[in-house]
């Protein structure tokens, strides 16, 4: 071995050595890179196919870190007692020297940790305690692939090598320890954080549902019960209860499916488009003045799948269609209304509802509060609400492809 020190003290050159790598160590905090430099140094006068160091973690544990070949010995916390080097890291050894290792029973035995060894033919091996101020902190391991390739002379340069970085990394893994605590401090705060912001959002949230639910009310159940309440106060009519009693029925049905749900039950099981046209025909044959003068239609020209939109974007969309029919039946005084659904060049989903009415400008003020929630709902979801007259009413809701895969609501 050239020039390696025999004595208890190092040689001339190899002091040489021992000054450079602590002026390496005088210029970096963090452990891995001390030990690339370290290893830098060394693998002038000692070749080896594997270089690390092992750090008592605990009572029972231990960390590696590594140069070279990168093995599973570094990638996570590990037993001491399933450690190759174990009788190094618990005293029973002051050091370690293998001609072998795959073929030394101090390293190979049940449950030891080896696969490094044979996956890379980590044959000779050597391995000495580091201790600061007398006390074990890990040890020194450096290994080649080639057997016999250590000696004595190898063994008390890596004495002399340890007994310098033992300080070092002692307060360098000191420093890591901190900077950990002081990131799970940090991680923690943080956690906080989100769960303080988790009950604001919460809170918002239970706001936002008390309004959809206020709207939801507003958009059926009170719709049915003021076509209910024209009925029954119509002296031109007799009052017909049978009608008042389905009536009256379906508003019970309506608001248990608003307590229970959170969407409308045909909207989940049959889908958008039925939904659409099951709540159209429902909306024009319980109005008896439009039921028998009214045409309705639903027409479906869109590629764009509704149903797999996220189901607060789809119920959304599905309340403003449905307050635009209740709209156009109740107030509009039309013989025809017709729902459209299609999408532009750009891939935006567009749902338009006309009638051939007074138009929506001669009923506003009668409509104001259903009119507001329709902008709300298209404003929760990113959506573009227009109400035009043509000769009739024209209520356009356009649903950008942004906008399809859910959003904030």
């Known amino acids: 071995m050239n020039e390696m020190a025999t004595s208890a003290h190092p040689s001339a050159y190899h002091r040489d050595i021992f000054l450079r790598i602590s002026n390496h160590l005088a210029r970096v905090t963090e ?45 996570r916390r590990a037993r001491l007692i399933n450690s190759p080097v174990r009788d190094v890291l618990t005293g029973k050894l002051d050091h370690m020297i293998c001609s072998d290792a795959m073929l030394d029973p101090r390293q190979i035995f049940p449950n030891s940790a080896s696969e490094p060894i044979f996956n890379h033919n980590l044959r000779s091996r050597v391995h000495v305690g580091m201790k600061v101020m007398g006390q074990l902190i890990g040890t020194l391991n450096i290994s080649h692939s080639q057997a016999d390739r250590f000696d004595e002379e190898t063994l008390h340069f890596a004495q002399h090598l ?40 919460l809170t918002q949230a239970l706001e936002q549902e008390r309004q959809r639910i206020g709207m939801d009310l507003h958009d059926q159940t009170l719709a049915d019960l ?11 009519h007799d009052i017909d209860r049978a009608y008042v009693g389905d009536t009256l029925t379906t508003c019970i049905h309506d608001l248990r499916r608003i307590i229970d749900e959170a969407v409308p039950s045909q909207l989940e099981l049959f889908g958008f488009v039925h939904a659409v046209s099951t709540h159209l025909q429902k909306a024009a044959s319980a109005d ?40 156009a039946v109740s107030h509009a005084g039309a013989s025809n209304i017709v729902v459209s659904i299609g999408d532009d060049a750009a891939g935006a989903l567009t749902i338009c509802v006309r009638d051939n009415g007074r138009g929506f400008s001669r009923r506003l003020n009668s409509r104001q509060s259903g009119l507001m929630h329709m902008e709300t709902r298209a404003r929760l979801i990113l959506a573009d609400l227009k109400i035009t007259d043509h000769g009739g009413t024209w209520v356009t809701l356009t649903v950008p492809q942004s906008a399809q895969t859910g959003v904030p609501i």
């Not at 003021?226 to 031109?236: F, G, H, I, Y």
Request: charged share 25%; aromatic share 6%; hydrophobic share 40%.
């Open 31 to 75: 452990i891995q890179s001390a030990l690339s430099a370290v290893a830098q140094e060394v693998a002038t006068v000692l070749p080896f196919t594997h270089f690390d160091i092992c750090m008592i973690d605990g009572e029972d544990w231990l960390v590696s870190y590594e140069v070279g070949i990168q093995t599973r010995w570094s990638r």
């Open 162 to 201: 340890a007994d310098l970085l033992a300080p070092y990394f002692h307060a360098l893994r000191a420093i890591e320890k901190a900077q950990r605590d002081a990131q799970a401090r940090s991680e923690m705060q943080s956690r906080e954080e989100g769960l303080r912001q988790g009950a604001s959002s």
């Open 226 to 236: 003021t076509r209910l309440l024209r009925v029954v106060t119509n002296d031109a």
């Open 288 to 327: 008896r003045f439009a039921a028998e003068t009214l045409t309705t239609t639903v027409e479906n020209r869109t590629s764009i799948d509704i149903d797999a939109m996220c189901s607060p974007v789809r119920t959304a969309i599905y309340r403003i269609t449905q307050e635009a029919i209740n709209n």
